[in-house]
């Protein structure tokens, strides 16, 4: 009798302990499902938070204070687009968002697609991509990205697709994005496409005025870094990243710009290649333009890419980031499009910007012409070339290989 009692008794236990379990995971279920309703956005009932008594309350204010998820559809239809980008990167700290100063370009691009309620995931989840981090007060007429959005087609994955039925993503972004920053073409892409790794080429602009350069100089050194080279002399390096520096350019031309000032003309490099270093287009420029005022010979330009001569490279300064452009990224396959509607309203934005410019200009050139005529600087630049060090004799930056050594000395210090 005691031994039934005992079994049945320890039965009840068990049952007791299952029934407790049930409980913690209904518990942990219900945090669940309360989590997911109240980052949810879609405005139908799902958008009340559910307690854990039972008791729902409206806590859409409450996730728009914190900004947990709030834009983040993942319940409707998406599909993979690249976008193409222009900005002004004067106010800018560079493309990229993943230090911690502000703005960027990348944080106030994903603010508006959160605003346009174009989000479908977190920015990983998005399989987010992008061509090109531009630094600090670097402009881009042509950056491209890439990410999983919002659709209007239900079925992305079927066969033809009226585009006209999609959503307007230039039209919608165009109308929350601050005035310096613009998308200009939209186009859905494979599964695959990786804004970054599958870009076939890369053009860069850089605009100078011409003063006294000799551009003919400048042009025979530029010609010279065409084709694959050690760009490790012509780049900020980066060590702990990068460790093979060769690089192809395939284009680097100069030429004049349709604009003149009244005794200046305004030039522009075009500089195009597979994929460019850190600084590496500012760094080529900047040795340029020591040849162009005479003070450095072509030649440089020949021992600075051979880096059995000149294993490290001499400390120079590198040329000014507000001139430079991200003019265009190529990709095979990627036709960018955008609606009539959102184009008639990105041509009367850039008009007016470039109305507004030109009349700040004319008021810059008026009172230039109100000052007495300055004397000539012949002087002044027949002491910069008696002062001038040449490149081959400054002292030098860290080879490659005693950057690598410092690496791992502090990776082994850290552990």
Sequence with gaps: MAAAEAETAAALRAEVAALRMR????????????KVASSCTCGFKCNRNVKGNGVTDDSSKRAKRTGQHVGILSHCSKRLVALKVMYFGQRFYGFSSEGNTEPTVESEIFKALERAKLLVASRKESCYSRCGRTDKGVSASGQVISLYLRSNIKDVGGGTLDERSEIDYVKVLNRILPQDIRV??????????????????REYKYLFWKQDLDILEMQKAASKFVGEHDFRNFCKMDAANVSNYRRRIT??????????????E???????????????????????FLIGQGLESPSVV?????????????QYKMAS?????????????????????????????????????????????EALSCLPLPESNSLETLHKKRNHIPLLSRQTEPSYEERIAKVKTKLTDNL
């Design 23 to 34: 409980v913690q995971e209904l518990e942990r279920e219900n945090q669940r499902l309360a």
């Design 184 to 201: 200009l073409g939209w186009c859905p892409v494979a599964a695959d496409f990786h804004a970054r790794f599958t870009c076939l080429g």
């Design 251 to 264: 284009e680097f031309t100069i030429s004049a710009c349709d604009i003149r000032s009244s005794n200046d």
């Design 266 to 288: 305004l030039c522009s490099m075009t500089i195009k290649g597979t994929a460019f270093l850190w600084h590496q287009v500012r760094c080529m420029v900047a040795v340029l």
């Design 302 to 314: 020949d021992s600075l890419l051979d880096i059995t001569k000149t294993p490290r490279k001499p």
């Design 321 to 365: 980031e507000l001139p430079l452009i991200l003019r265009s990224c190529q990709f095979d396959k990627a036709d960018f499009m955008c609606s009539s509607d959102a184009n008639r309203s990105l041509t009367e934005h850039l008009n007016d910007g470039y109305h507004h410019y030109m009349l700040q200009a004319e008021i810059f050139h």
